[in-house]
C-alpha cells in the first residue's frame, strides 16, 4: 500500500511557479519539467519571455503554461492558481517565487510608502494568498516551496530594509503553513539562495565583489543551483521535511 504523503509520479503532477519569466523561477520551472511534471508560471511584465520559457520546455518535451498575474494585487494570486487549475486539472506544487526589491539605493529616510508596500505585498501577501488558494486544490503528498533569501536572516549592508523585512517574514509563513498544512499531508519549505546571477543581481553588477566577498565560497551562484533545491524538496525524498529552510547561499549565513 502506498504511503499517502509520497507524492503521484511526476508525469501525473502540475507545479505552479510564481514569478517564473526569468531567472530563479524560470530555471525552476525548467528542471521540475525536465523531471515530467508539467508546469504553470506567472508573469507581471515580460510575456514574450514567459512564452520563451513556456516554448524551451515543449521543445524539451515538456508542458508549460504562461499565466499573466499580478502577485501584488487582491485578485492576481488566487486567479493564477485557478488558471493553472483550470487548464492542468490539478495543482501538486507551488513555488512561491515572485518577489520584488527596490533598486533605486535610497536611503532609507527617503524610501517612498509605495515602495514599502509593493515589496511586502508581493513578496509576503502575494505568496500568503497564493498558499491559500493552493490550499483548496494541493492533495495529500503536495508541496509548497517558499524562495526566501539569505537576507531574511542576515543582512550584509545598508539600503535593503523592506526587502530584509519581506524575507523575514517568508520563515513565519513557511512555519505556519507547515503547521496548518501538515495534518493533510503537505510539506511547506523554504529556500533561501544567496546572490544568484540573474538579469536583477548580475554577477558583474556594481555590487557583484560586495555581494562575493560576503559568501564562503567567493563566487555567485546558478538559477540552477536553487532548481536543484526545489526539485529535492517537491521530490519523494523529502517526504519527512517540513517547516524547513535550506540555505543555497554559497556560505553567506555560515
Not at 517564473?20 to 508546469?39: E, F, M, N, P
Not at 501584488?72 to 513555488?95: K, S, T
Request: aromatic share 4%.
Amino acid at each position: 500500500m502506498s504511503d499517502p504523503t509520497t507524492p503521484s509520479p511526476a508525469q501525473d503532477r502540475v507545479a505552479l511557479v510564481t514569478g517564473a519569466s526569468r531567472g530563479i523561477g524560470a530555471g525552476i520551472a525548467r528542471r521540475l519539467a525536465a523531471d515530467g511534471i508539467r508546469v504553470a508560471l506567472t508573469y507581471t511584465r515580460g510575456a514574450a519571455a514567459a512564452d520563451e520559457v513556456v516554448a524551451a520546455i515543449g521543445r524539451a518535451g515538456g508542458e508549460a503554461l504562461a499565466i499573466r498575474a499580478d502577485a501584488a494585487g487582491h485578485e492576481g494570486p488566487a486567479a493564477a492558481v485557478e488558471a493553472a487549475v483550470a487548464h492542468f486539472g490539478r495543482l501538486d506544487i507551488l513555488v512561491n517565487n515572485a518577489g520584488y526589491m527596490d533598486l533605486s539605493g535610497a536611503e532609507l529616510t527617503d524610501v517612498a510608502p509605495e515602495v514599502v508596500d509593493r515589496t511586502l505585498h508581493v513578496n509576503v501577501r502575494g505568496a500568503l494568498l497564493t498558499a491559500q488558494a493552493a490550499a483548496r486544490h494541493l492533495p495529500e503528498g503536495g508541496r509548497i516551496v517558499n524562495i526566501g533569501s539569505c537576507v531574511g536572516e542576515r543582512v550584509p549592508g545598508g539600503g535593503m530594509t523592506p526587502y530584509a523585512v519581506s524575507k523575514a517574514a517568508i520563515l513565519g509563513l513557511t512555519r505556519g503553513l507547515a503547521r496548518d498544512l501538515g495534518p493533510r499531508g503537505i510539506t511547506v519549505n523554504q529556500v533561501s539562495p544567496g546572490p544568484v546571477d540573474t538579469d536583477m543581481n548580475p554577477a558583474d553588477g556594481p555590487s557583484a565583489d560586495f555581494q562575493r566577498a560576503g559568501t564562503a565560497l567567493g563566487r555567485y551562484g546558478a538559477p540552477a543551483d536553487i532548481a536543484e533545491a526545489v526539485a529535492y524538496l517537491v521530490s519523494p525524498g523529502a517526504a519527512f521535511v517540513t517547516g524547513a529552510t535550506l540555505a543555497v547561499d554559497g556560505g553567506a549565513t555560515a
